[in-house]
């Protein structure tokens, strides 16, 4: 009972309370690529909900945002509005034991060496190898799990003006 507490607060579906999802062909078009999510989420920032400025704010062509703008409504995603496009849904979840979750991952690890290549001074990037010991391997992925859940709290209470990824990671090599 205790392990399948535990396991249960560990999932991180659970932690944020992320319910939406899709079926499984849309969740492959949605994630076969971060400009999905990337123009989903750009559409709760007032300033980018028409196509032309999603085309200067990714730097794509005006097909490659219509084929995403048309996905995402008629998918009930987004709704169009003359010229503009408003958010519906905007948190979806993947489980974690989807087919999909390597490409989604490497979508934005993708996306994370990009932006080494043109730097900001607000950005923050880690990597580091480190040693600890076994019992300590838990506790660090457990504070890092609350630590997201805290920053999704605050993301979720946010107003929306800037367009950001994150990605997390933790493992054992």
């Given at each position: 009972?205790?392990?399948?507490?535990?396991?249960?607060?560990?999932?991180?579906?659970?932690?944020?309370?992320?319910?939406?999802?899709?079926?499984?062909?849309?969740?492959?078009?949605?994630?076969?690529?971060?400009?999905?999510?990337?123009?989903?989420?750009?559409?709760?920032?007032?300033?980018?909900?028409?196509?032309?400025a999603?085309?200067?704010?990714?730097?794509?062509?005006?097909?490659?945002?219509?084929?995403?703008?048309?996905?995402?409504?008629?998918?009930?995603?987004?709704?169009?509005?003359?010229?503009?496009?408003?958010?519906?849904?905007?948190?979806?979840?993947?489980?974690?034991?989807?087919?999909?979750?390597?490409?989604?991952?490497?979508?934005?690890?993708?996306?994370?060496?990009?932006?080494?290549?043109?730097?900001?001074?607000?950005?923050?990037?880690?990597?580091?190898?480190?040693?600890?010991s076994?019992?300590?391997?838990?506790?660090?992925?457990?504070?890092?799990?609350?630590?997201?859940?805290?920053?999704?709290e605050?993301?979720?209470?946010?107003?929306?003006?800037?367009?950001?990824?994150?990605?997390?990671?933790?493992?054992?090599?």
């Open positions: 009972m205790l392990k399948q507490r535990s396991e249960k607060h560990s999932l991180l579906k659970t932690r944020v309370k992320i319910k939406e999802t899709l079926g499984r062909e849309d969740q492959s078009i949605y994630y076969s690529h971060g400009h999905y999510a990337a123009i989903h989420m750009a559409l709760t920032v007032p300033r980018l909900r028409t196509r032309a999603l085309e200067k704010k990714f730097k794509l062509s005006a097909k490659k945002v219509q084929e995403v703008l048309e996905f995402l409504t008629s998918r009930g995603l987004v709704k169009r509005d003359g010229t503009q496009y408003l958010p519906g849904a905007n948190a979806l979840h993947l489980e974690s034991d989807s087919p999909l979750i390597p490409r989604h991952h490497s979508n934005w690890r993708l996306a994370a060496i990009q932006s080494l290549e043109d730097p900001h001074p607000q950005d923050l990037h880690y990597s580091g190898v480190v040693t600890c076994e019992k300590d391997l838990p506790r660090v992925r457990e504070k890092l799990s609350h630590c997201l859940a805290d920053c999704i605050i993301i979720q209470a946010s107003q929306e003006e800037q367009v950001a990824a994150l990605s997390f990671d933790w493992w054992k090599l």
